[in-house]
Nanobody, 113 residues
């Protein structure tokens, strides 16, 4: 069992930046950030493998950067040039060696003037 604890959400104006962090209680392999708005499916925002290979959704590529530190089991999502359509609840996701997914509790990001 891996527990994920997120932090860093909040309210920001359009064009601003936020950094989300996620701390895992154990070793994970692929890590990712998802987001969800009410009434819609949860969508993949960015992912990173243990070796550092990254992938992004078209909606955030060039604005968001995912990173991880394998030593202390943490992951981050740097979000720049935020837009109102980025408003959502963001979830940290991690997959262990047995391909079991774990989820954080979610953190709200609101982009509004």
């Amino acid at each position: 069992q891996v527990q994920l604890v997120e932090s860093g959400g909040g309210l920001v104006q359009p064009g601003g930046s936020l950094r989300l962090s996620c701390a895992a209680s154990g070793v994970v392999f692929t890590s990712a950030w998802y987001r969800q708005v009410p009434g819609k499916q949860r969508e993949l925002v960015a992912s990173i493998t243990r070796g550092g290979f990254t992938d992004y959704s078209d909606a955030v590529r060039g604005r968001f950067t995912i990173s991880r530190d394998n030593g202390d089991h943490t992951m981050a999502l740097q979000m720049n040039n935020l837009k109102p359509e980025d408003t959502a609840t963001y979830y940290c996701n991690a997959r262990n060696a047995f391909n079991i997914d774990f989820w954080g509790q979610g953190t709200q990001v609101t982009v509004s003037s």
